[in-house]
Every structure is written in structure tokens, then in C-alpha cells.
């Protein structure tokens, strides 16, 4: 795609498109849609899909949580781990009646939990079985520029690839999904995505909750929609400001349950969805503990009445289960949507622990650092970063390996308001300086490698790229992306 720059006739257009649009308040609130942010003002809606609540959910819980299988490694030593990945088609019971054409890895929808400890090698035989093209990216990974999966390491139908890297990150939770140009947006929306679980010796030191489905648990927030006849149909649901679905699918579950058992109980929260932003509460009111962000755990537990996730995000917390009166279910709510019910059982058991101190995060250093400043623009078919789309050709910015990098992030709105634009960067975990001049709140102030760009804000991050190659930086709506949002840096 060729490079952009919009000047004032471009921008008297975008303003006479708006006038038939409807003035709205811009905010985090779950019925506020796409638009807006956690800073408020005030924002227009373009989005023929607005509101950040699917509609078609029920209250009423009815299946349980299905849980991602544990993918069995092909090979795992002390010092490295390997496991076999397939994109696949395949089709999947999500309704009665008819099955739902979809894509998976190593299955009908979604993929497997890959397990590795710090500094073990991550080996993956990567495998394309669709009937396009795709790649595999790891989000969220410190990885060469050769092994992260970026639109250049395109997998073609029929063939494989096998990369291979040191683990050398904190415990997290990543995940992996397609970054194909042109198809990300429509494979992710067909089912492929997984998670990778990093552990390491400082976190199983610290006893929390770790069994996986007892007492720990994935929760994949997706939104999508069917048709009469219980298909993904993408191109019908296509929005170029962000496609969102009006049915929740957790897990690829229909209103789920977990029954809880012990007394704390954690959440490992993944937005998977292509544009919608999450609000999470708990019904009873409690507060939720949060312990890790993206990149891995936090400090000290932060106590949050809200978890908000834009596309990509992560966010961990834990339950204090013991506070659940019996008989009484609470659910996770976005709004006034059932996200989630937990079920308590009559006894719960006591098993993990909630420390008072998590992990000591290193200091940020700036010295002599490089810095750049990153303004997104536009919507729909018209975004750019600093008034250019992407190209394929060409090198947006250049960077030297382990040389601090303090990146300002600009999201300038238009005449019309504006959206919130999740940044997120490949390869590095980065820190949040400032938002809007301000110190970031407690629950962001872990390792990132998502943060929502409010409109009309500048958040300033500090981070530096461990290995050398070529990584894609974008706004993680996925249709904003593959509309051009999207720039590349080559470390040297």
C-alpha cells in the first residue's frame, strides 16, 4: 500500500462525512462502544457497530468453561521444549443444529496451551493447513525479527516452518494468532489464536493459584456473530473501524460456568477480540486482585473494581472466593452482560496464596535513549501513523539493539471525535512512563505490550529491543491494522 498524506481537502471530507453521524459521549463505559476512552471528553460515533456489549448474550449460565487443551510437547528437556503447531479448517458444534464452519490450531477453534520456562529453548514446527496463506506470530514474545511471525514470514498453504528462541522473559501469560496482510483480521475472527503460559522459579516461588482448571483459568473474551444458519460469516460483518460480533464466545464457550472450589481462584484474561474494548466487574461488587499484566506479574497485588482490556491486552487477577456467600452465584459483567458465572461450592478448599509482594520490576532506564513520537490518525479506511499507511517496502523507523527507546504515542482524533487505538509493539515488553503527564495507575505500571490510546491522549512508554530484525508496531483493531495502521522498524 502506498504511503498517505492528507491535507485540508481530505480533512473537509472527513468533517462533511460526520454530519450524519450522532454526537456521543466518549468514555470507557461498556455501552459507549469503540469510541472514547478512560480519560473522558466527548467523541463521534462511526461505527455502524457501537456498542461495546454483545447483544444476544443471556444471564442465565448454561455450559461450562471449555478449557484449552494442554498441548503434549514433541520433545522437552531442561533446556529446551518443542511442540508440533497446525492452522487448520475444521467446523465446530457451537449451537444446536448446523456446525460452524471454523479455523484452528491442532482442532476446530482456537488452539492449544504451550508451556515453556524461562530459559528454556521454544521450539515450534509450524504448520499450514488452510487453504491461504498465514503466519504465526507470538504476541507478547521477545523474539528475533526472523522468528516473530510478522506479515514477511508468511506460511503457505501446505508448507511448514520450524523457528526456534530462548525464553528469557519473566513468567507471563502470551498468546499467539495470525499476522498475515490482508487475512489477519478474518482468520482471527474464524477461530486461530492460543495461548503460551511462561513460568519461571520466581513465580512458582511465590504458591499462587497454578492449577490449571482447579484453581486457575483462561478466559478468552471473544465476540461474534452467526447467521441463520450458524455460520462466521466476516465479510457480511466486516466494519472497517472494527468488526465486533454481537454474541460472546469465552473460550469458544456460550455463557459459561466454573465451579469454584478453592478459596482464591484465578482469572487469566485474554481480549481476543478484533475491536470490542472490556470493562470487567464482579456483581457482588468485590474487588478483583490484580496480579500480572501483559507481560507478567506486577509488584504487589492491586485491588481493581475494573479490568478494562482493549484487543490484545492481558490482565490476571485473582478471586477471593471465600467472601462468595453459598448459593449464590457471582458473574464477571461487562456492563450489564454476563461475561462469565463463577459458582462456589458449599466447602472450598484453601489452595495458593496471595502475597502481599509479587515481583520486583527493574527500574525504567532512559539514559541516552532514542526517542521517536508515533501520532495515529483517522478511521475506517483513512488511518495512518504520522500520516502514512503501511508498506511492505518500506522502513519506518530504525533502532540499535539494547539501546533505551522512550517512544511518545500521540492519538490525535479527528474533526469527529476519535477511537481508541490499543499500540502494541512486537518483540519488547515495555514500561508506561506517562498517560496524558501523569504517572501510570498501579495496575499499569507491569511490563506491557498493549496500552489503549485513548483519543485525543499520549501515553509515553520506555523500553529497548534485546534482539536485532524486523518488528511491526500497529494498532491492535485488526481491521484498523490491515487498513493501514501498522509501521515496521528495523533493529540493527
Not at 448446523?98 to 521450539?123: A, M
Not at 507478547?140 to 511448514?160: L, N, R, T, Y
Not at 518500506?394 to 500521540?410: F, G, H
Request: glycine share 10%; net charge positive; charged share 15%.
Amino acid at each position: 500500500m502506498q504511503a498517505k498524506t492528507w491535507g485540508w481537502l481530505g480533512v473537509l471530507g472527513i468533517g462533511l462525512l460526520g454530519l450524519g453521524y450522532v454526537y456521543g459521549q466518549r468514555s470507557w463505559s461498556p455501552m459507549g462502544g469503540m469510541m472514547g476512552g478512560r480519560h473522558g471528553g466527548n467523541g463521534m460515533m462511526m461505527s455502524k457497530t457501537v456498542s461495546d456489549v454483545a447483544t444476544s448474550q443471556t444471564t442465565t449460565a448454561a455450559h461450562p468453561l471449555a478449557l484449552p487443551k494442554r498441548l503434549k510437547p514433541t520433545q522437552a528437556t531442561k533446556t529446551k521444549v518443542s511442540y508440533t503447531l497446525t492452522a487448520q479448517t475444521s467446523q465446530m458444534a457451537f449451537k444446536p443444529g448446523t456446525k460452524t464452519k471454523t479455523l484452528g490450531y491442532n482442532g476446530n477453534y482456537l488452539g492449544p496451551v504451550l508451556q515453556v520456562r524461562r530459559g528454556q529453548t521454544l521450539q515450534i514446527k509450524t504448520r499450514n493447513q488452510l487453504t491461504r496463506p498465514t503466519t504465526f506470530h507470538w504476541h507478547g514474545a521477545i523474539v528475533p525479527g526472523k522468528d516473530d511471525g510478522g506479515p514477511h514470514q508468511v506460511v503457505a498453504p501446505g508448507q511448514s516452518k520450524t523457528v526456534a528462541f530462548k525464553i528469557q522473559q519473566p513468567a507471563a501469560t502470551l498468546w499467539y494468532h495470525p499476522h498475515a496482510m490482508g487475512s489477519t483480521a478474518k482468520q482471527v475472527y474464524q477461530g486461530l489464536a492460543g495461548l503460551i503460559y511462561v513460568r519461571d522459579k520466581q513465580s512458582d516461588q511465590l504458591h499462587l493459584p497454578d492449577k490449571y482448571g482447579v484453581n486457575d483459568f483462561p478466559v478468552v473474551i471473544q465476540d461474534r456473530s452467526f447467521t441463520k444458519n450458524n455460520q462466521f460469516d466476516y465479510d457480511a460483518a466486516y466494519n472497517s473501524d472494527g468488526t465486533k460480533g454481537n454474541t460472546l464466545l469465552i473460550n469458544g464457550t456460550f455463557n459459561p460456568y466454573i465451579r469454584v472450589t478453592t478459596k482464591l481462584v484465578r482469572l487469566r484474561f485474554v481480549n481476543g477480540s478484533n475491536a470490542r474494548n472490556y470493562q470487567l466487574k464482579l456483581s457482588n461488587g468485590q474487588a478483583m486482585q490484580q496480579i500480572a499484566t501483559d507481560g507478567g506479574l506486577l509488584s504487589k497485588p492491586v485491588a481493581v473494581k475494573t479490568l478494562k482490556l482493549s484487543p490484545g491486552e492481558r490482565g490476571e487477577v485473582i478471586i477471593d472466593a471465600a467472601k462468595f456467600k453459598a448459593g449464590q452465584p457471582v458473574t464477571v459483567k461487562n456492563g450489564q452482560q454476563v461475561v462469565l458465572t463463577l459458582r462456589s461450592a458449599q466447602k472450598k478448599v484453601s489452595d495458593g496464596q496471595l502475597p502481599a509482594n509479587l515481583l520486583s520490576v527493574p527500574t525504567v532506564n532512559t539514559t541516552n535513549a532514542q526517542h521517536q513520537t508515533l501520532a495515529f490518525n483517522g478511521m475506517g479506511t483513512m488511518v495512518s501513523i504520522n500520516h502514512q499507511q503501511y508498506s511492505k517496502d518500506r522502513i519506518d523507523l530504525t533502532a540499535q539493539q539494547d539501546r533505551p527507546q522512550v517512544w511518545t504515542l500521540k492519538n490525535t482524533g479527528t474533526m469527529m471525535g476519535g477511537m481508541i487505538h490499543p499500540f502494541h509493539l512486537h518483540g519488547v515488553q515495555f514500561r508506561i512512563l506517562s498517560i496524558n503527564g501523569q504517572a501510570p495507575p498501579a495496575n499499569l505500571q507491569g511490563l506491557k505490550d498493549t496500552v489503549a490510546l485513548d483519543p485525543d491522549s499520549t501515553v509515553k512508554i520506555a523500553f529497548n529491543f534485546k534482539d536485532r530484525g524486523i518488528y511491526m508496531y500497529h494498532c491492535h483493531n485488526l481491521e484498523h491494522e490491515e487498513n493501514g495502521m501498522m509501521g515496521q522498524i528495523k533493529v540493527s
